[in-house]
């Protein structure tokens, strides 16, 4: 079904012309609004950062690559979610990137049905960030700014355990439960377990060397995902 998704842009930034014309018809078709760009530095000048969306980033681009890119984008307060598209292997290039807040990668070359339902994923958790008045880095200091307890209680109600169900597994009271929970969506301003979920997966609170094991264990991984603790 097309259907144009409003006020939300995706940004591709590659040097490569074939791969951005290919990756804007796909995306277009699908119903997005598509912006391209063929270097970073063209994409800093040229894009508006106060538009909510999506960044796909090339990792390897020549002048500025995708690294450096995030980075400034960065120290700028750009806020908008960051994919990377990677060659296979890449392995320092993706920690790294992981520890600079990248999302997601998607491993060259790019399965569209993937890069759909990635983005579709992205682009729903970012809206009940932006709902929720929260910038990402402020709702992870909040979080972090939790109690230990509070913070296994969050991710296990995130999880879409019941209070009840949270209390036999912690084995303490569900009325503390209860106080938790109520303390913790007023903590993060959420209302709902859907807004608890968004705030805490959209935080990418790392598992690097998890993570980074996993991708070496499996050298043939499509993508590299790292919304959350899981």
Do not use: W
Request: hydrophobic share 40%.
């Amino acid at each position: 079904m097309n259907r144009k998704i409003e006020k939300e842009i995706i940004r591709l930034v590659d040097d490569d012309e074939d791969q951005r014309r290919a990756l804007r018809f796909l995306l277009e078709a699908a119903g997005y609004e598509v912006r391209d760009y063929p270097s970073g530095r063209d994409f800093l000048v040229n894009d508006e950062p106060s538009v909510p969306g999506c960044a796909i980033l090339d990792l390897q681009m020549p002048e500025m690559d995708g690294l450096t890119l995030l980075t400034i984008m960065r120290e700028r307060e750009y806020r908008v979610p960051v994919v990377f598209l990677s060659a296979h292997g890449d392995i320092p290039s993706t920690v790294e990137a992981m520890k600079k807040g990248s999302l997601d990668f998607l491993e060259k070359p790019v399965d569209s049905q993937k890069l759909c339902q990635l983005l579709s994923d992205i682009l729903k958790k970012d809206r009940v960030t932006r709902k929720a008045g929260m910038e990402p880095e402020e709702a992870k200091k909040l979080f972090l700014k939790l109690s230990p307890r509070r913070q296994e209680i969050a991710k296990l109600i995130s999880k879409g355990l019941l209070k009840r169900e949270v209390a036999e597994r912690l084995n303490i009271n569900l009325k503390t439960v209860e106080a938790h929970c109520q303390f913790i969506y007023s903590q993060l301003n959420v209302h709902s377990v859907v807004e608890l979920s968004s705030i805490i997966a959209a935080q990418n609170f790392p598992r690097i060397e998890n993570e980074k094991k996993n991708f070496i264990a499996q050298s043939s991984a499509v993508r590299l995902v790292v919304f959350s603790e899981r």
